[in-house]
């Protein structure tokens, strides 16, 4: 059975930084590309940041970039998300999900499995 379990969320002020963890079990985690994604109240999930199976390759949203960084550890099987300089618009229920494609996808429909994700407020 696949478990993604996100931890690190938080309140937060605007310019404080956060760091987010997934740790995966169930799956061989280094087949895996592991992705990011956002949902705030009222919208639909958004892709953050996504990061390929030897952590070599990353891709991050528009609205993150130089802000966020993901990375990840195949021996303890956990993808983190670094957060500077956050700010108010950065509020939202964070996922973590992984994907068996073999390129960076920013869709969520090819990411196979989901963690219950863990709130992120970032107050002004």
């Known amino acids: 059975q696949v478990q993604l379990v996100e931890s690190g969320g938080g309140l937060v002020q605007a310019g404080d930084s956060l760091r987010l963890s997934c740790a995966a079990t169930?799956?061989?985690?280094?087949?895996?590309?592991m992705g990011w994604f956002r949902q705030a109240p009222g919208k639909e999930r958004e892709f953050v940041a996504a990061?390929?199976?030897?952590?070599?390759?990353?891709d991050e949203a528009d609205s993150v970039k130089g802000r966020f960084t993901i990375s990840r550890d195949n021996a303890k099987n956990t993808v983190d998300l670094e957060m500077n300089s956050l700010k108010p618009g950065d509020t939202a229920v964070y996922y973590c999900?992984?994907?068996?494609?073999?390129?960076?996808?920013?869709?969520?429909?090819?990411?196979?499995?989901w963690g219950q994700g863990t709130q992120v407020t970032v107050s002004s």
């Open positions: 990061i390929s199976r030897s952590g070599g390759n990353t």
């Open positions: 169930g799956l061989t985690f280094s087949r895996y590309i």
């Open positions: 999900a992984a994907s068996q494609r073999s390129w960076l996808v920013r869709r969520a429909a090819p990411y196979d499995y």
